[in-house]
């Protein structure tokens, strides 16, 4: 995320923005270039893990985790089941509170209402709520390019910007850097973007947190005009929601005149009764919080008390093209709580910077291929950017199947490059892929059990061989190079399961 500098003259300009997130290398070479950071993957460790000790035993304080998982699950399928029909209702209770509805297809739309609104209210700088819709539309860099300073107020948010940098997790952008390159930050950038970081700060978080809120506090009470996103959408009151941790929220949503809030169309919850559940989901989930410090409700205008205008821009931007999937749908329950990340052992490793995406580990690798489609290399990579180890299947507080998903986006993967494959054929001679080899191989193989049989007595006899020269597999010529240049492979195994049975059993048998 860029930020906003002077020119000599004191105007505003565009610093160098850090680029669309799509133009990536995918994710095999990304993770390459990631997990050779030490100091990275040593933040990523202790930040992931300490996350994860801290929900599990604060979701083995409710004795009905299990009921709220699945309340939350069929409330979300409520919405994805009725869309149309709760979109209408949204629309006519926030009407009904004094609030604007735009509607936008695409970012590109979203950006130009959002940008129109701004330079209506004659402001030439807004305040941020940390916002995963914005972030996805690309909504500060289409600001700069109008002239318009975005202030990132939430304190990763803040440093991420500060540092020229991208986010790397959905929860804490930040989670890739340590307190002492975020005090270098704050002491190189701070005084760049308004009040300077007091001269000798540490690096103990009650100092840094410190800097930040001195730094924030001019930017809140100038500001004319907020945007934020939504956590929950209300249908049924034309209620919007957030929960934070920080109170940088609160600042944005109730002291400027202005407050636009971008939302992604499948945030709705039917009822205000609803959000009961996942006020105890939530805050569990991602910040392991019995409950979140600060929650925010808002519903349009009152007189006399926060914003004297409030915009409302519902986005699509790929949500209904992954609704008419009957099965990828299941990803729109996504609630951004950020487990899956936190339990991933590929996203421990790599950081969510290798993702291309500000949906970064198992969550992206869905979501992703659904709203931006497949047709570029970084899409097309991250539904293999997994070990289907199924771990964020069974954190997800909505019951998302993400392992499950992660094969189905898998397979569409291999489709449309067949497809594309087939479209480029300028001859009758083809040549299948290695990879398509190898699963009509397995095919072949898994048809008969003769056949399964003779591959197991080939792989123990070459065993048996490889394991008088060499104790585990190190890396091989191409083809296979692809495979054992990142791990070391063991030996086929000198007996099969099949072999040790007759061996050992077989005469009881017969």
Same mark, same amino acid.
């Given at each position: ?11 505003? /300009? ?36 300490? $996350? ?22 069929? $409330? ?43 330079? %209506? ?36 948010? =803040? ?14 952008? %930040? ?19 308004? /009040? ?24 809140? =009470? ?11 959408? $209300? ?19 109730? =002291? ?8 992604? $169309? ?87 910077? %290798? ?52 094969? /189905? ?94 061996? /050992? ?6």
């Amino acid at each position: 995320m860029s930020a906003l500098e002077l020119d000599p003259d004191g105007r505003l /300009t565009p610093a160098p923005p850090a680029g669309d997130l799509i133009d990536s290398p995918p994710f095999p070479k990304a993770a390459a270039k990631e997990i050779n950071k030490p100091e990275q993957r040593k933040n990523l460790y202790h930040a992931t893990h300490t $996350i994860r000790v801290k929900r599990h035993n604060a979701v083995e304080e409710v004795p009905n985790w299990e009921e709220l998982r699945r309340a939350g699950e069929q $409330i979300k399928n409520r919405i994805l089941r009725n869309m149309d029909d709760y979109l209408i209702q949204l629309e006519e209770s926030l009407t009904r509170n004094g609030a604007h509805v735009h509607w936008a297809r695409d970012a590109k739309e979203a950006n130009e209402i959002v940008t129109s609104l701004v330079k %209506a209210a004659h402001a030439e700088e807004v305040v941020k709520v940390k916002s995963m819709a914005t972030q996805e539309i690309d909504l500060n860099e289409a600001l700069e390019e109008a002239g318009i300073a975005a202030w990132e107020t939430d304190l990763a948010e =803040l440093i991420v910007q500060l540092g020229h940098d991208r986010p790397s997790h959905i929860l804490v952008p %930040a989670i890739h850097r340590n307190r002492s390159e975020v005090r270098e930050i704050f002491l190189e950038e701070m005084g760049r973007y308004g /009040t300077a970081a007091p001269e000798g700060l540490d690096d103990t978080p009650a100092n840094l947190a410190n800097a930040a809120r001195t730094h924030l506090r001019n930017k809140f =009470l100038r500001a004319t005009v907020g945007v934020s996103g939504a956590n929950f959408a $209300i249908a049924d009151t034309g209620s919007l929601v957030i929960v934070e941790s920080e109170g940088n929220g609160r600042m944005c949503l109730t =002291l400027p005149k202005t407050l636009i809030s971008v939302v992604g $169309i499948e945030k709705m919850l039917p009822t205000f009764d609803d959000l009961e559940v996942f006020l105890q989901l939530l805050p569990r989930s991602s910040t392991a919080e019995r409950m979140n410090p600060y929650t925010s409700i808002w519903s349009g205008v009152t007189e006399g008390d926060g914003p004297e205008n409030v915009h409302v821009v519902l986005i699509d931007n790929g949500r209904t093209k992954a609704l008419a999937d009957r099965e990828g749908r299941e990803a729109l329950r996504c609630i951004r709580c950020s487990a899956c990340l936190n339990i991933c052992p590929v996203f421990e490793k790599v950081g969510g910077h %290798a993702y291309g995406s500000v949906y970064p580990g198992p969550i992206g690798a869905i979501l992703n291929p659904q709203i931006r489609g497949v047709a570029s290399a970084v899409d097309r990579s991250l539904p293999f950017a997994s070990s289907l180890c199924g771990a964020c299947s069974e954190v997800c507080p909505v019951r998302i199947p993400i392992a499950d998903l992660l094969v /189905t986006m898998r397979s569409r993967v291999i489709d449309a490059k067949k497809a594309e494959r087939n479209k480029n054929i300028v001859s009758k001679v083809t040549h299948a892929s290695a990879e398509a080899q190898a699963m009509k191989a397995g095919a072949w193989a898994m048809a008969d059990h003769k056949n399964l049989e003779k591959v197991q007595r080939a792989s123990t006899a070459s065993g048996a061989v490889m394991g008088k020269v060499m104790g585990k597999i190190g890396p091989m010529p191409w083809p296979l190079s692809t495979w054992t240049n990142a791990r070391d492979v063991p030996i086929p195994p000198t007996e099969s399961f099949r072999q040790w049975w007759d061996r /050992t059993r077989g005469e009881e048998e017969k």
